[in-house]
T-cell receptor, first 115, second 113 residues
Framework: AQSVTQLGSHVSVSEGALVLLRCNYS??????LFWYVQYPNQGLQLLLK??????LVKGINGFEAEFKKSETSFHLTKPSAHMSDAAEYFC?????????????FGTGTRLQVFP | DVKVTQSSRYLVKRTGEKVFLECVQD?????MFWYRQDPGLGLRLIYF???????EKGDIPEGYSVSREKKERFSLILESASTNQTSMYLC????????????FGDGTRLSIL
């Protein structure tokens, strides 16, 4: 069965520091991977997605993620954190076992940014 | 841009009540989904629908039902609300082409007293 593991339920960084949010997946077929962001009292917004091709994917708000098949990872990074990046981030993999329209989500990582 | 609209941002109901959560999307998406979100558990799929009048159970369907009479509207029904159904409920939609991103509404925070 497919699954997603997000290491660290809380991450804290200083403004201007590197942001690194970790995501590992398990999939028996080539995965399609997504990162979403959720600001307080809002729904989820798509940050970026990996389908096929280039393994470094650029998203909105300066975020990017790199697909590493050998490590089954899809970590999210941003070179310099901004206060407005404080939110919860979810990694997801799209289903393969019978339904490719479903998403399997990780449990989320809450990012705090300190001034 | 895709717009997914959930009818209520906050809702307070009593145990035993029948509760309806409504969701409308404006992009002619075939798929619609209902999730509940709880701290530390992430998003858990309750039901999804891939066409009008078609539905499939997700991971936690117990205590819930759904209705999709029109393509743009997907309703979640709590048949007899209980306190353990207090949660954030999120609706999403996507195209029916496989591996598509889902577009989310702003959520309904439901409290059952």
């Amino acid at each position: 069965a497919q699954s997603v593991t997000q290491l660290g339920s809380h991450v804290s960084v200083s403004e201007g520091a590197l942001v690194l949010l970790r995501c590992n997946y398990s999939s028996s077929v080539p995965p399609y991977l997504f990162w979403y962001v959720q600001y307080p009292n809002q729904g989820l917004q798509l940050l970026l997605k990996y389908t096929t091709g280039a393994t470094l994917v650029k998203g909105i708000n300066g975020f990017e993620a790199e697909f590493k098949k050998s490590e089954t990872s899809f970590h999210l990074t941003k070179p310099s954190a901004h206060m407005s990046d404080a939110a919860e981030y979810f990694c997801a993999v799209s289903g393969s076992e019978g339904n490719t329209d479903k998403l399997i989500f990780g449990t989320g990582t809450r990012l705090q940014v300190f001034p | 841009d895709v717009k997914v609209t959930q009818s209520s941002r906050y809702l307070v109901k009593r145990t035993g009540e029948k509760v309806f959560l409504e969701c409308v999307q404006d992009m002619d998406h075939e798929n619609m989904f209902w999730y509940r979100q709880d701290p530390g558990l992430g998003l858990r799929l309750i039901y999804f629908s891939y066409d009008v009048k078609m539905k499939e159970k997700g991971d936690i369907p117990e205590g819930y039902s759904v209705s999709r009479e029109k393509k743009e509207r997907f309703s979640l029904i709590l048949e007899s609300a209980s306190t353990n159904q207090t949660s954030m409920y999120l609706c999403a939609s996507s195209l029916d082409r496989g591996h598509q991103p889902q577009h989310f509404g702003d959520g309904t925070r439901l409290s059952i007293l």
